[in-house]
């Protein structure tokens, strides 16, 4: 799953500016000031406390619209925010898996025909939709809720009531990438408390069944592309631990150890 956590890091220095200017409240402008100073209070800043409509609007290039909103709920950004468990979610029994679960690693099968058509694929993408809302996602990857199939759903405002954003993916293809790239941060909720950064392509172009088996044909930029690639690469048994660099993997490896210690036995990846 790919939390509502991206940002652009450079946009964000240049938030600092725009935040003067508007802010009434000088709390917001002191904790950019000081993101603009210490790397580690910038991160700290970008997982735990923004607001997720605010990272997804700002992500997406609106960025006064998301300053204004940010300005004018700064409480928001003292209340310490990180990946969401929702436990138990009503209506369904799938459940977020974290690392080092062996279903983040499995090959996924493709979606079959029989399988779009007599309606399981649409239950799972439905109560995949239930749970990552339930998460504070943007998207979720089959595997990640432990059904090894090519399958993902997602919402770039990551707000059900917007559900005319939804988009399910069945069986996708990345058939073209972007020489151009850029490095965001990202998070994902099958790795709870970190964070990285990662370079991915800027747009992508892509191919895929909707829930009917009708062939999709597209191309995203942007923080749908960012969020596709994150998603599609749960399908190939990658997650974004393996595209950080050699010092991102540094700073999370702590982490990732914990993580491996709950697990118990049986979790290598
Ligand atoms: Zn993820």
Known sequence: MIRATFINVTRLFFLGTIVRSLSPS?????????MRLTPVAMSAFCT????????????RGNSIAAVRQFSSTPTGLFSVKEEVDPGVVEGTDLRVLKYPDPSLRAENAECTEEELKDGTIGKIAKEMF??????EGVGLAAPQVGINKKLMVYNESGDKKKWLDEIVMVNPKIVEFSEAKDVEIEGCLSFPNMNGKVERSKWIKVEAQNL?????????????????QHEYDHLDGVVYTDRLDEDGRLEVQ?????LVEDFGEGGEL
Request: net charge positive.
């Open 254 to 258: 702590p982490v990732l150890d914990e």
């Open 26 to 34: 000088p709390a917001p402008v002191l904790l950019i000031y000081n």
């Open 212 to 228: 009917k088996g009708k062939k999709i044909k597209k191309k995203f930029k942007g923080w749908e592309s960012r969020i596709f």
């Open 130 to 135: 239930m749970v990552m809302y339930a998460a």
């Open 48 to 59: 735990l406390a923004l607001p997720r409509q605010f990272a997804a609007a700002f992500s």
